[in-house]
């Protein structure tokens, strides 16, 4: 028990550090000294302040490092887990479904953040983590997964593309990553100094891109797009690897959040590329509200990011997985709800998955 909770506290002071946004330095360095193609109009390129990537809203601050480690020893649900978390119950999965011919539009809730997307015969995952704990040295301390994936790894269709949103532990695993380039050899496709990361760990097929650059991957045109957040998975990377949001544009239109707090970019995204017909949005992970605020929407905020996004389907991930944060891990889906409820909207264009199941949009 001593050693457990010695892991605990290491892993509590890494993931306090590894949410830092890095920001500091005095000199800005102008977007068009960053590796940079044609920008999307309406998306305006991450720029750095010193080493680091800044965020877009001026007034963006974190609390201190010292405040967000003693908040996360005090109330994190990883100290408490079994009096605030539960298995979600899965979906039953149809393998067989999956790997027959995606023409169909399809999504299927793997957990967290990891979302398989099937559009136009092409299938590709989001911020993918199959870990059963996240966090440093390949999971060996961190937090520990209560709900298990959707879907198991051998059941997953050919992988044709990832998607990477940043570079924490939660949305980035490395056992995961090594795993589908093995298996698949997907082109991975990521924020800028992510293909670095990769390549050190000898994942070749990447391309990085800043916000409003695009690329062309198996028929569909994806495009970086900005997110309110911040990455560094040490003391010595914080925020020198960018974060973003993901477009995928097809004969439908998917929008997948990663991690990010509430700001203007959501409309900017919507006026830019919208409107979308699906939209995978966090929900999760919103507490204690005055330390999560900078960098995580809450279930209300995340409505009505839908709204900016123009979205006719809102699905909401990042929550029921990992024990990261105060909220009662059943609390998201019924804010949801009440938010729905409140505005009047309908409450058929907002997804809640069983992980594992599928949808068709």
Do not use: M
């Given at each position: 028990m001593v050693a457990r909770r010695g892991q605990r506290?290491?892993?509590?002071?890494?993931?306090?550090?590894?949410v830092n946004a890095g920001e500091a330095a005095p000199q800005s360095v102008p977007?068009?000294?960053?590796?940079?193609?044609?920008?999307?109009?309406?998306?305006?390129?991450?720029?750095?302040?010193g080493n680091a990537f800044r965020n877009l809203d001026?007034?963006?601050?974190?609390?201190?490092?010292?405040?967000?480690?003693?908040?996360?020893?005090?109330?994190?649900?990883?100290?408490?887990?079994?009096?605030?978390?539960?298995?979600?119950?899965l979906a039953p999965v149809d393998p067989a479904a999956l790997r027959a011919d995606p023409r169909s539009a399809t999504v299927t809730w793997i957990?967290?953040?990891?979302?398989?997307?099937?559009?136009?015969?092409?299938?590709?995952?989001?911020?993918?983590?199959?870990?059963?704990?996240?966090?440093?040295?390949?999971?060996l301390i961190g937090v520990v997964r209560y709900t298990p994936p959707g879907i198991?790894?051998?059941?997953?269709?050919?992988?044709?593309?990832?998607?990477?949103?940043?570079?924490?532990?939660?949305?980035?695993?490395?056992?995961?990553?090594?795993r589908l380039a093995r298996t698949f050899n997907p082109r991975f496709v990521v924020p800028l100094g992510l293909k670095a990361w990769l390549g050190d760990r000898g994942i070749a097929n990447t391309v990085e891109l800043n916000w409003g650059e695009s690329v062309m991957v198996a028929g569909l045109r994806i495009v970086c797009t900005p997110a309110q957040h911040g990455s560094g998975r040490t003391l010595a990377d914080q925020g020198r690897r960018l974060w973003a949001s993901w477009a995928?544009?097809?004969?439908?239109?998917?929008?997948?959040?990663?991690?990010?707090?509430?700001?203007?970019?959501?409309?900017?995204?919507?006026?830019?590329?919208?409107p979308?017909?699906?939209?995978?949005?966090?929900?999760?992970?919103?507490?204690?509200?005055?330390?999560?605020?900078?960098?995580?929407?809450?279930?209300?905020?995340?409505?009505?990011?839908s709204l900016e996004l123009r979205a006719a389907k809102f699905l909401g991930i990042h929550w029921g997985t990992f024990a990261l944060a105060r909220e009662p891990y059943d609390e998201p889906p019924k804010r949801i709800a009440a938010e729905v409820s409140r505005r009047n909207l309908d409450a058929q264009s907002v997804w809640i998955l069983k992980p594992g199941a599928t949808a068709a949009w």
């Open positions: 506290a290491v892993f509590l002071l890494v993931l306090a550090l590894a977007a068009a000294a960053l590796p940079a193609a044609a920008v999307v109009t309406g998306l305006t390129p991450a720029e750095r302040v001026p007034g963006y601050r974190r609390a201190s490092l010292w405040t967000r480690f003693h908040s996360l020893a005090l109330g994190g649900t990883s100290l408490v887990g079994e009096h605030r978390v539960a298995p979600l119950p957990g967290h953040s990891t979302v398989l997307v099937q559009l136009d015969g092409v299938s590709f995952l989001t911020d993918p983590t199959w870990a059963d704990r996240t966090g440093p040295f390949g999971g198991p790894f051998e059941a997953l269709p050919r992988i044709d593309f990832v998607l990477i949103s940043h570079d924490h532990y939660d949305h980035l695993d490395e056992p995961t990553v090594r995928v544009l097809g004969s439908k239109r998917f929008y997948f959040a990663g991690d990010t707090g509430y700001y203007r970019h959501f409309k900017d995204i919507g006026d830019a590329l919208g979308f017909d699906l939209a995978a949005l966090p929900i999760g992970s919103y507490t204690p509200r005055a330390l999560a605020h900078p960098v995580h929407i809450s279930p209300e905020e995340a409505v009505q990011a």
